[in-house]
């Protein structure tokens, strides 16, 4: 019998664990356990229905364009709940001095690829518009190491543009700063471009011309579930052996014995042929300090940023009376705490009634870890102040959900890949341990649950499923 444990019962967990359940085992017997140190599993996807509303307290969706969740979703037979976002209502405004002005058609997250929307937009200065017509002719750079994203994006466009779309844009996925983050890590395709074609703008365009047209015109950008991520996770663990499944269960610490793993939860003890680490990477440092304190180093240092999510409902009144779109972004030059503020209503379909309102509004990020010990009405009071200043809205709202999320989301900071590989390495000297989970490869939930299934894929064949573990992954 190979045993193998999986620590951390987030989506990349759950992803490991269904693709181990799923394995072909070649007659091999296979047993995994999942420890989840919560009561619950599916780490940050929570979803809860409040007066026929369906309120996410995490993530909402996840991006058409990475495969890796509606495949997934596709397996688990949620083909037919998968819903779009209402991308013909889609406009998305970005606070300028105190008003709200739409992001203009065209712009490929800060990339311009359609010169009058562009020209004519009062979100940018004439200067900054002058920048983006001499960008076209930005000469190739070579590849030569790491920068941060407000770098390379000031190169090519000016400051402007990093306070205005780079920053907020950036704040809105990673709850981080653009002078922080790796532009290798965070936006390598456009590290790729510029050493292509130097110009953004040219690499943008001709990209463009090379996607296959689908029959069925474009696909939205964003994908979720007519229930709410959470039905994501019902399914997943609907699939898995119960027994298998330990909540409740922290995890203190792994180490290496006689060739295996011993994972010590509370005053228990098991031993393992294999385990994979799906927590955030310094829960995961702490865990490995004693067999591998080089790997703690490494994962220790890959930062973490938490966020608060608030849910406000509202009656018809105020859902007449607000700007059509998917919502707005607050660049830190504003100098409010509210990061984002989504129109849920009008993302998604199946969110809330159609004689009411739905807000999500995000505070937190990099820099703002103090509002994580502000109280309930505490929030609430800044962000019914900021509503009011930006939108307008001084209505009281019919419910209200705040959701604190400490260290949940990655920050890839400058050297992340360096730091990637450093892991890899030291992963060399340690059979049997796979890592999975929001710090190395990807932030979003298709990248995680690609991490989970390669994690397993990795796990299997440290046990001799070499072969199986292939077929998974094909
Ligand atoms: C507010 C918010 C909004 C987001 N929005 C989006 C979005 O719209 N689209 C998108 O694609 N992504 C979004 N993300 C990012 C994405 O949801 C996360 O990166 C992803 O879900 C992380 O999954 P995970 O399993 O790696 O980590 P987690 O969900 O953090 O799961 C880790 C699990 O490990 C458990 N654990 C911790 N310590 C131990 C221990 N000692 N022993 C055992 N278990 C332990 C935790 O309890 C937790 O359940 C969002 C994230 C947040 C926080």
Same mark, same amino acid.
């Given at each position: 019998?190979? !045993? ?40 940050? *996807? ?8 369906? &309120? ?35 406009? %998305? ?89 790796? &532009? ?17 703008? !040219? ?13 069925? +015109? ?21 699939? *898995? ?11 203190? @610490? ?14 228990? @003890? ?36 938490? @966020?608060?999510?608030?849910? /406000? ?16 972004? &607050?660049?830190?030059?504003? +100098? ?22 739905? /807000? !999500? ?57 360096? !730091? ?11 059979? +049997? ?36 573990? %292939?077929?998974?992954?094909?």
């Amino acid at each position: 019998m190979k !045993r193998i444990a999986i620590i951390g019962g987030g989506i990349s967990g759950l992803a490991a664990a269904f693709a181990l359940e799923k394995s072909p085992r070649d007659g091999t017997p296979l047993e995994y356990a999942l420890y989840e140190s919560s009561p619950r599993l599916g780490g940050v *996807l929570v979803t809860e229905h409040v007066d026929d509303c369906l &309120v996410e307290a995490g993530p909402d969706s996840f991006l058409t364009e990475k495969p890796w969740a509606t495949d997934l979703c596709r397996e688990l037979g949620l083909e037919d709940q998968l819903i779009g976002s209402n991308d013909p209502d889609r406009k %998305t405004y970005i606070l300028v001095k105190g008003e709200l002005v739409e992001i203009p058609d065209g712009l490929m997250f800060m990339v311009p690829t359609k010169i009058l929307p562009t020209v004519l937009s009062p979100l940018f200065s004439a200067r900054t518009k002058i920048r983006m017509a001499e960008e076209w002719f930005h000469p190739p750079r070579k590849a030569d190491g790491d920068e941060s994203v407000a770098s390379m994006v000031e190169r090519h466009y000016g400051a402007e543009m990093v306070d205005r779309l780079a920053d907020p844009l950036l704040s809105g996925v990673y709850g981080g700063e653009a002078s922080r983050l790796s &532009v290798r890590a965070v936006l390598p395709r456009f590290a790729e471009m510029e050493a292509k074609y130097g110009s953004l703008g !040219r690499a943008m365009l001709a990209a463009r011309g090379k996607m296959p047209r689908s029959a069925n +015109g474009p696909r939205p950008l964003f994908t979720s579930l007519k229930d709410g991520m959470q039905q994501l996770v019902d399914a997943l663990v609907s699939r *898995l052996t119960p027994s298998a499944l330990q909540t409740n269960a922290p995890v203190q @610490s792994v180490q290496l014995q006689n060739g295996g793993w011993l994972v010590s939860a509370g005053y228990a @003890s098991d031993q393992f042929d294999a385990i994979i680490l799906a927590t955030p990477a310094q829960i995961a440092a702490g865990m490995i300090q004693t067999a591998s304190p080089q790997l703690a180093f490494e994962l220790c240092r890959i930062d973490y940023t938490s @966020s608060i999510t608030i849910n /406000l409902a509202y009656d018809r009144s105020v859902r007449s009376a607000l700007p059509p779109g998917f919502g707005f972004l &607050v660049p830190r030059s504003e +100098g409010r705490r509210m990061l984002a503020a989504t129109f849920v209503h009008n993302k998604f379909p199946h969110r809330a009634p159609l004689d009411r309102a739905l /807000l !999500r509004c995000f505070i937190g990020g990099a820099n703002s870890e103090e509002v994580l010990g502000f109280g309930d009405d505490q929030i609430l009071g800044i962000v019914r102040d900021e509503l009011r200043q930006i939108i307008g809205l001084t209505a009281d709202p019919l419910f209200v959900r705040v959701h604190r999320w400490k260290s949940a989301m990655a920050q890839y900071g400058v050297g992340h890949l360096e !730091r990637l590989q450093r892991i890899e390495n030291l992963l060399v000297g340690l059979p +049997g341990l796979a890592l999975a989970g929001n710090g190395y490869r990807g932030i979003g939930v298709p990248d995680c649950i690609r991490s989970g299934r390669d994690a397993a894929a990795k796990a299997l064949a440290a046990v001799g499923l070499a072969e199986a573990a %292939t077929s998974t992954r094909a």
